[in-house]
């Protein structure tokens, strides 16, 4: 590996250049590299032979990306953390940690220098040999746990495995990066609403961000009441967040509320594209269409999950359904795309679905219309259907009376009726998401061999595996099925019980099997911490899970054939196929979400700051809204876009009074006598 810096240029590029060891299966890249920081952020390990490099999804994907010169390119003693350690490692004395505020300011050319001179020792110590052709997945490696984080008391943060230190390693971000991105997002009137599945540097500052706007709105209004500041300044701090992280329903919600309570000029959305489609409809609908929501990047974010929706396979999947005897209604996930909600609502009657409310839309669906009458047709998540079917099965097979399923399903429903339901679901065959696919049996294995006395915890999305594992947990409280909220509830539930106990000599670690994306982890902590300071809590301790499988991590050869226990790491999580990801498909972080990063945001922020006073920058900007390929459309007659949100609009409504609109269930009569 080598770094140059432009001198040519007043804040200077890097360019990497990177032979990967053939057990890496990438190749050699050869890119112009304009932020050190991603490379920084991966994971480095110096053993006694050769340095080891663990590369961040952002960083493969860059490097094989031109991109233009990065704003957020200082190099903070935070973000040299690893080369610091890395060159300290091999007993030099220079210490990347102590760049100065001089060198910060110019960037990567005068910093570049100093890392350049420190990373040439250490070539020697790279492999070059040449790429081999890339193969199917890498042997399994037998994993006797999985990496953590223990949070303690204090802000205690214990990571341990490589993959959780990659995941700790920013959890606490530099202040003058919080506050500057603040200034911006309160003097532009800007909001960002961001998914639970971001990047965990950018996780960090977003949430520190939050805090800190909480912090100064507080002050604010001490010092109005003490009539120091004019309650009519011109620099008001929101008393609604600025920054909201939620699932992908609630980011609609908060971005609506930043326009009303804040009057925010435009709205930031960190996601995948079918949110920042969902977070525009919805704000649209709520009469605020005129505030333009803009994406992190302008690539295409996908999905793989929406996109198995969008192929002639769902929608022949539909038009069967549509043509049964039966009155049939399309429940379908949310996280699907406006075009597919709008081709489902032209086929069959629709409504959306989150992973919160899914089981609640089908009994009242089903208590509304007749259980032996109605088929639900659930899609396209795969996954979550056959869950959905496996806990209905569950709630029959354990023995559940008619009186404590009116008490804690539903009140219309008896075990006949949940009988009638579970055999009138039929669920799509063809979907996934990737990263949820990946809790195959070797995950479930460790989990059932290893971690009995752990709490275990489940997206609806979770192949049946690992679902059945945490639902059959969940009956004795132990665990959780649900959305990246109800797993978030559930563990500030149980560390809330613990805590208010507080039994000073009896020292309590609770552990979570995190069945879940793992970029949740920093609300997780947040909320976490929290709890144990209001508590003033010195004996409790929770450590989150990640259960990365062993098809997801990869062993580290010694290609001296030093057989020693020098070697300070021997499974790197990831580099087969990038971060917790590996060739045979399945991630414990989401490589599409990954898009999604402390530098876009900035470079989007700038944007947005200097539009008026540039036409290219404007037209660069519109470059980064949500896809629009229903614009000036109609199906049948009827506006796309219209079709499109009217099944979110459906689930407004069911959400508000708990009964399916009388609309949706008319449409579902038509439909019947229609076939």
Partial sequence: GSLSSNQGSELGTITIT????????????????????????GYSSLTSNRINMFIRPTAVQRLTTSFGLRRSITIAARRATAASSLV????????????????????????????????????????????TPTPTAPPAQQITSFPSIVIGPNH???????????????????KDVVESLLDQLIDLKVGIVAHYYMDVELQGVLHAMKRRQMELLHHQQLQEEDGGVDADSSRRIPEYPLVAIADSLKMGDDAVQMCAQNNVNSIICLGVDFMSESVSAIMGKNGHGNVPVYRATQKHIGCSLAESAEGDSYKAWLTKSAASDKKSLHVVYINTSLETKAVSSSIIPT???????VLQTILQASAQMGPEE??????????????????????????????RIKADLHKAHDRSTIQSLRDNIDVYPSGNCVVHHMFGQSVVDTVLNDYAD????????????????????????????????????????????????????EKQRLKFILGTEAGMVTSIVRSVQDILDSNACQNVEAEIIFPVSSEAVMAVDDEAGDNSSTSSLEVVPGVAGGEGCSTAGGCATCPFMKMNDLDAVHDVVDMISQQSSSSNIELQLSKHLPPNRLAGKSINGKDAIELGTEPIMYMREFMIEKRLSEELVKKVEQGRMTA
């Fill in 156 to 174: 205690k943060l214990e990571p341990q495995g490589s993959f959780a230190e990659a995941q700790a390693a920013f959890l606490e971000p530099p």
């Fill in 88 to 131: 300290a490692s091999s007993g030099s004395n220079n210490n990347i940690a102590t760049i100065n505020n001089n060198d910060q300011q110019y960037g990567p050319t005068m910093a570049t220098r100093r890392i350049n001179s420190l990373l040439s020792q250490q070539r020697a110590l790279f492999s070059t040999a040449p790429p």
């Fill in 374 to 403: 109605l088929q639900i047709c659930y899609g396209p998540d795969t996954y979550m259907g056959d869950n959905l079917v496996s806990l209905l099965d569950a709630v029959l097979s354990s023995g559940w009376s008619d009186e």
């Fill in 351 to 357: 409504i959306t679905c989150t992973s919160s409310n």
């Fill in 454 to 505: 752990a709490y275990v915890t489940a997206h609806l999305e979770v192949p049946g595996e690992m679902f059945q594992i945490a639902l059959r947990k969940s009956l004795d409280d132990e665990g959780v099925v649900g959305s990246t909220s109800n797993i978030l509830n559930f563990i500030e539930r149980k560390v809330e019980e613990a805590a208010a106990k507080n039994t000073p000599n």
């Fill in 18 to 41: 990177i032979t990967i060891h053939p057990s890496y299966q990438i190749g050699s890249i050869t890119k112009s590299y304009p932020s050190f920081s991603a490379l920084l952020k």
